[in-house]
């Protein structure tokens, strides 16, 4: 059985900044795209970053030049880097992953921005 469990959310003030990692565990044969998914109260989930294997990104235009994304294929981590955050950030912040043909989720991790 394979897991996803992130951590590094927390409470920021506005403009600060946080990171956020990933790791997968368990039997896995193949990985594939790695993402960053988040919701804000009361709204649905939305993606936020993801990286190809090969290392192709793709962000949603409210987090461009704020947040990065990277990845350890060695390790099967992914990372995102939050710069210059926003009380609109806010949310629980879910890594995806494609493992083993399959779409898999992490628990979620709350990141709080205050303004």
């Known amino acids: 059985q394979v897991r996803l469990v992130e951590s590094g959310g927390g409470l920021v003030q506005a403009g600060g900044s946080l990171r956020l990692q990933c790791a997968a565990s368990g039997t896995i044969f193949s990985i594939g795209t790695m993402g960053w998914y988040r919701q804000p109260p009361g709204k649905q989930r939305e993606l936020v970053a993801e990286?190809?294997?090969?290392?192709?990104?793709n962000y949603t235009d409210s987090v461009k030049g704020r947040f990065t994304i990277s990845r350890d294929n060695a390790s099967n981590m992914v990372y995102l880097q939050m710069n210059r955050l926003k009380p609109e950030d806010t949310g629980v912040y879910y890594c995806?992953?494609?493992?083993?043909?399959?779409?898999?989720w992490g628990q979620g991790t709350q990141v709080t921005v205050s303004s």
């Open positions: 995806n992953a494609r493992l083993n043909f399959r779409d898999e």
């Open positions: 990286i190809t294997l090969a290392g192709s990104t």
